[in-house]
Structure formats: structure tokens, C-alpha cells
């Protein structure tokens, strides 16, 4: 047993006054937050700056020349370019502005898919995906006649990276892996992995859903082609998520969703399609939601971010060592890199019993299969109980979720 | 903790660490699968029928505490009922956990299943406590799968 690290020098009491649901009780506790890599919670300034949208500058982007329209877009268009110098990209017309990671990976798959893959071309997923990063690959793989491969897991959840290089070859059309499992934690080491993949000239598309609120992220430098995320899981509203694309391969796809915006003329006899970003952002956006995320990117910005992930970082691998050395406690996913999650079982308790005794301490964690099936299978459990951290949990946070963990095995001893 | 109680009570831990009926019947005359996509639970139930009575009844499958004490005394209570009845104790135990029957104002069979009257105020759980019942209700009426979703 090592000794307890020291937290390093960040004000966690501070920066949790600006998450005004950290205040709450449940079930007559403290709550407990730690559900976050499925919706982390937002900030004072983003909730007020949503308000300020709704109260004062609601109205339609894009399309009025009238003060309130102008207004609206123009807050739209300036939480793009924050999206933009938040992930390093190029131009801010390369961040197209969708309803979350899912929305667009399913418009890589779809716009690309139909234009590039075709009868016995390859996709390469990998075998610790998320089902948004799998369904959509598999519906356009029935729909061109193409083949799915998988690259292989080992016992710590880690890629099995030869496999990988054996995979690509002149039938590969493109690599769709996630920079941060949610179900395993595991950080895959992406940058080699698309240097990998151009090599073989295949495109390379991210789901960086976990990714982008829990480490830095350049897709300059990691030299992405796709790179998908959701707003919700980084401290913004819902509805708000961002498919970054090169220009350079978003220019040759064709539109994901015809409407309203993304048209330079429409006649019944044909439509020519507007330039980027509007080609992808068919009908009304979520403004609201896209300010939020921009908004989120300004508190971001306004704190230390890089000691926030360093912090959260030890809060893992404190968790990580006081769940370990409870008896009975299996850690899942057992990454030399790692981020913010933490999945576990009990022996002999189901995680769903889990998951409602700990809520039943205030505590929030996710039971289930975390849309990761393949993974369940993998490690053959059903379910695993997931703590995941973000930089307002605290040691103390710790201790319960470990007080809780005991509590739970008494009950069912 | 008086609200975990109401749903963890010793009943219920002790079903689920020995499950009753816990087996395959191999040669069952109807059996159905039942599934909580949500939570992965998943369960078969066998059913031997003679004469319109369930002559024997088992389960096998994986799930939370909530769902496998909730099979195993499902197999408890309809073995050796008619089919009739065993539908009549598949109604009653849905809305006695859907909040349709009070257990103690309005008339029922169902005995030590009310149990599981506690379930009401774990509104996420309620799947776990109904799906073996379903899937029985299925395999009596010859349907294959079912699915809690
Ligand atoms: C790794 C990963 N990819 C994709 C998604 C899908 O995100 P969303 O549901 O916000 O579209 C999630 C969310 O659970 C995720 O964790």
C-alpha cells in the first residue's frame, strides 16, 4: 500500500462554488457528483449567460437583417471561434456546430461514407468503442457493401496496437477509435495511431467525447481529419456538440441533411449547397446551447486549466487506490493512461445494486453497460458500477464513494 | 437508511444469494427470455404445463439482487397454480409495483410477493422487479422474447 499523495495546488473549494448544483442534497446527503462522463454539470457563468441569450438576444441565425438576428448570430458564430482555439483547428468554419457526439459521427459515416467507401471496403473501429462509435460505421458498412474490423483489446483495456498496423491496408477507407474509452477510462495514444493511418493514406475520424473535458486537445498536432464531442460532457448545456473536420475533407463531402441554411440556391430542377460550415447545419441550430458551449470554453479558460486536469488526475489514481484495496472490488480497465473513469464491480453484487445503494447515499454513479457492450462481453460482467471524476470532485468525495463501496458489500454479505 | 431497507430486506438478500428454481428444464413445454437492456439483466423461464397447471417452473439467467429474488420467488408462488391463476398473480404484481394496487386496501394473492411493494419508490428499479413476471406471462402465452424497453 503506497501512501496517499498530496492534491496538488488547486483550490477545489473555489471552483466549486461556480457549480451551484454541487450545493444540493439527495436523499438527505451531500450530494455526491460522480456521473460525470455521462453529463457533467455547468458553471454560474454558463447559466447565466444562457439566460442573457434567452432574455435578450433570442432569435433566428443566419437569416434576418433585423438587430435581435444579427445579435444571434453573431454570439453563435463567436462561440465557434472559441470552439475553435479551445481544440486548435485551423479555421473556425472547420468546427461544424451538431447536437452532440453522436450527431456527428453519424454525419462523418453518412457524408463520407456515401461518398468515399464503397463494395469491399474496409472501416477499422476499435473493440472499446461506444455504440455511437460503432452503429453508425455498421449502417453504413450494410448500406456500401463494406466490411467492419475491429482492433482488439487486451486484459488492461489497452489497444492492442500490432493488430491495429496488420488491419490497415488498400481496402481500408477509414479509422474510427475514441481518444478516451468511457467505459474503460483508457487513453489511446491517437496521435501515432492517425500518423498510422496516413501512412496508408486512410482518413482518421476521433470520438473525443471523454477527451476534450478531461485533457488538452490540438487537432493540429494530433492531425485529425474528424474529431467528434459533445457539449454536455464538458460543462455546457445539451445539445450542443462539435464535428471538427479538415476543410480539406469536409469540402469533398457531400451535405449530411438538406434544409434550410446549408443552400445557396434551390430550384426544383437543382440545389447548390452552401460553403462551410452552413453546409452541415441544415435547419435552426441549438443557438441557445451552442452559446452555452461557448460559454463553457470561457469558464474553461478562466481557470488553470491544465493544474484542473492535474488535479483530477490524482483524484483518480487516489480512487483508484483506495477502491483497489477494498476486498472484493475488481477494477475494469487497468490503462497505463488513463482518464477520469473508473469502472468496478463487487463480487457477488450486481452493479445496478450498487449504483441505487450508493444514490441512496447521495452518491451519483452510472450502472450499466455504459453503451459499451462489446467491452461487457470482453471482460465478461454484465454491468460494471462507474465513478467518473471531473475537476470539482473532492478527496473527501472519495472517501464516501469508498465508505459507500463497504456499505455495499455488508449489505450483501 | 429505513428507505434501503424497504428495498435490500433480508427476504430478498436471501433469494438472491440461493436463488429457488434456479435451473433449465430440459424439457419444458414453454419457455420465453426475458431482457432490461438497460441494466443487461437477462433471464429464461421454463415452464412445464400439464393439464393447464404449471407443474414445474425454473429459471436461469443473470441479474441484479432485485430481479433474481424477485425470479426466484415468482417460481415459488405460481408452481402448481393454473395458468389462470398464475396470470391473475402477473397482474396484481405489476400494479402492486406500478402503484395500481395498494397491498393493503385492495384485495390480492399476492401473499409474500408484496414484498416487492417497496420497489414504488425506487422508480429505476421496478423493471428489475417485474421482468421475471413478464417473461413468464410470455412464456404461458407462447411468445418468445420480451423485453422490459
Ligand atoms: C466515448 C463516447 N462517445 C460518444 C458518446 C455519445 O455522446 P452523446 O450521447 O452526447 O452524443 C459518449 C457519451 O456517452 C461517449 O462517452
Known amino acids: 500500500m503506497t ?31 460522480l456521473d460525470n462522463a455521462a453529463s457533467s454539470q455547468v458553471s454560474n457563468l454558463v447559466i447565466e449567460r444562457g439566460s442573457k441569450y434567452l432574455a435578450e438576444e433570442h432569435s433566428n441565425v443566419h437569416r434576418g437583417v433585423h438587430y435581435l438576428s444579427q445579435l444571434a448570430t453573431n454570439e453563435y458564430e463567436k462561440a465557434r471561434e472559441n470552439v475553435r482555439k479551445f481544440i486548435n483547428a485551423k479555421e473556425s468554419k472547420e468546427c461544424i456546430f451538431v447536437r452532440g457526439c453522436t450527431e456527428g459521427i453519424n454525419l462523418v459515416a453518412n457524408s463520407y461514407g456515401r461518398k468515399f467507401i464503397n463494395e469491399g471496403d474496409e472501416i477499422i473501429i476499435s473493440a472499446m468503442e461506444h455504440h455511437s462509435n460503432i452503429v453508425p460505421w455498421q449502417m453504413i458498412a450494410e448500406e456500401r457493401g463494406a466490411k467492419i474490423r475491429v482492433i482488439p483489446i487486451n486484459e488492461n483495456g489497452e489497444l492492442v496496437l500490432d493488430e491495429y498496423e496488420n488491419l490497415l491496408n488498400e481496402r481500408t477507407k477509414i479509422v474510427a477509435v475514441a481518444h478516451v474509452s468511457n467505459s474503460l477510462g483508457t487513453v489511446n495514444p491517437i496521435k501515432e495511431m492517425i500518423a498510422t493511418a496516413h501512412k496508408f493514406g486512410v482518413p482518421v475520424c476521433i470520438d473525443g467525447a471523454q477527451a476534450v473535458p478531461h485533457l488538452r486537445v490540438d487537432v493540429q498536432d494530433l492531425d485529425a481529419d474528424f474529431y467528434a464531442f459533445s457539449g454536455h460532457k464538458m460543462f455546457a448545456p445539451t445539445g450542443s456538440g462539435v464535428i471538427y473536420g479538415k476543410k480539406e475533407w469536409l469540402d469533398k463531402m457531400p451535405p449530411y441533411q438538406g434544409g434550410g441554411s446549408m443552400i445557396r440556391v434551390v430550384t426544383f430542377e437543382k440545389t447548390t449547397y452552401a460553403g462551410l460550415p452552413e453546409k452541415f447545419e441544415a435547419g435552426t441550430p441549438a443557438i441557445a446551447s451552442q452559446i452555452g458551449l461557448g460559454a463553457a470554453i470561457d469558464y474553461l479558460n478562466s481557470i488553470d486549466l491544465d493544474a484542473a486536469f492535474a488535479y483530477e488526475h490524482e483524484l483518480l489514481e487516489y480512487a483508484t487506490e483506495k477502491l483497489s484495496n477494498i476486498e472484493g472490488v475488481k477494477i475494469i480497465g487497468t490503462a497505463k493512461e488513463k482518464a477520469s473513469v473508473l469502472s468496478f464491480t463487487i463480487e457477488n453484487v450486481h452493479p445496478h445494486d450498487i449504483g441505487t445503494i450508493l444514490d441512496q447515499q447521495g452518491i451519483a454513479v452510472r450502472a450499466g453497460h455504459h453503451c459499451a457492450q462489446p467491452v461487457m462481453k470482453f471482460f465478461d460482467v454484465p454491468a460494471t458500477a462507474r465513478a467518473s471524476f471531473a475537476f470539482y470532485n473532492t478527496k ?7 465508505e459507500a463501496v463497504q456499505k455495499v458489500i455488508e449489505v450483501f454479505a | 437508511m429505513s428507505e434501503l431497507n424497504d428495498l435490500y430486506q433480508e427476504v430478498i438478500l436471501e433469494h438472491n444469494k440461493n436463488p429457488r428454481n434456479f435451473r433449465e428444464i430440459a424439457d419444458a413445454n414453454h419457455q420465453a427470455d426475458g431482457h432490461n437492456p438497460l441494466c443487461g439483466d437477462a433471464l429464461r423461464v421454463y415452464i412445464d404445463l400439464e393439464d393447464g397447471k404449471v407443474k414445474d417452473v425454473a429459471f436461469k439467467g443473470s441479474g441484479c439482487a432485485i430481479s433474481k429474488a424477485s425470479a426466484s420467488m415468482m417460481t415459488q408462488a405460481v408452481k402448481g397454480k393454473s395458468k389462470e391463476e398464475a396470470e391473475v398473480l402477473f397482474e396484481e404484481f405489476q400494479k402492486m409495483v406500478t402503484g395500481n394496487l395498494d397491498i393493503e386496501t385492495d384485495e390480492n394473492h399476492l401473499g409474500k410477493l408484496k414484498i416487492f411493494a417497496g420497489v414504488l419508490e425506487f422508480p429505476a428499479r421496478v423493471k428489475c422487479a417485474s421482468l421475471s413476471w413478464h417473461t413468464l406471462h410470455a412464456a404461458l402465452n407462447e411468445e418468445e422474447t420480451v423485453s422490459t424497453e
Do not use: C, H, W
Open chain 1, 3 to 33: 501512501a496517499v499523495k498530496q492534491m496538488s495546488n488547486f483550490d477545489v473549494n473555489k471552483i466549486r462554488e461556480d457549480f451551484p448544483v454541487l450545493t444540493q442534497t439527495v436523499n438527505g446527503k451531500p450530494l455526491v457528483y
Open chain 1, 396 to 402: 473527501e468525495e472519495v472517501d464516501k464513494l469508498a
